[in-house]
């Protein structure tokens, strides 16, 4: 019988791995840095768990941090936890960072596999967060608080972030490029 059964299931390896990337997004994500607008390093710990894990076991790893957070546990910047906060104005750009673990597990099927490949991948899949989240925050925002231009929205959900996002996206490759030899996906 071919092996293919056990290439589509998780070996306990993978649960172990999607687990431990599962907490480091929840960890991170309290962790607050303050500034004129606050950041988190969130999208640190998703750029760090696409890079150590790739795509398809991150998009466990997303799917599950979100689920537990969505369950009431405190998993999500500020302590705070609920399906609320998924479904409040900024849950969209929670809810983007799937887009990053698909976006990079399709980059994974290039054939050629270099650095440059693995950021232009979490470049796009950070534009996509943004342009998802905003468009959420846009939907909600007018929706619960009237009617708000897209640049307002951009202005005070993506140009504050951008620069501290690319600074998180390298530093998480820094970073897991030297810890990938330990963690052999």
């Not at 054939?111 to 846009?138: C, D, E, K, Q």
Request: proline share 4%; glycine share 8%; charged share 10%.
């Amino acid at each position: 019988m071919p092996d293919t059964a056990n290439k589509r299931r998780f070996s306990a390896r993978d649960i172990v791995l999607t687990g431990m990337m599962t907490a480091l997004m929840a960890a991170c994500s309290l962790i607050s840095i303050p500034s004129a607008v606050p950041f988190t390093l969130q999208t640190f710990a998703v750029f760090c768990t696409v890079s150590l894990i790739g795509g398809k076991r991150s998009l466990f790893a997303i799917m599950s941090y979100l689920l537990i957070g969505a369950a009431g546990v405190p998993v999500f910047s500020g302590f705070t936890g609920g399906i609320g906060v998924i479904l409040g104005a900024n849950g969209g750009y929670l809810i983007g960072f799937i887009f990053t673990a698909l976006i990079c597990w399709g980059a994974e099927k290039i054939p050629v596999r270099n650095p440059a490949i693995m950021i232009t991948s979490m470049i796009i899949s950070l534009a996509a967060v943004y342009i998802f989240g905003t468009a959420w925050f846009i939907l909600i925002y007018t929706e619960k608080s009237g009617a708000i231009t897209l640049s307002q929205a951009l202005k005070w959900c993506v140009v504050p972030f951008v620069i501290p996002d690319l600074v998180k996206l390298f530093l998480a490759l820094a970073i897991t490029k030297r810890l990938r030899k330990h963690i052999a996906a």
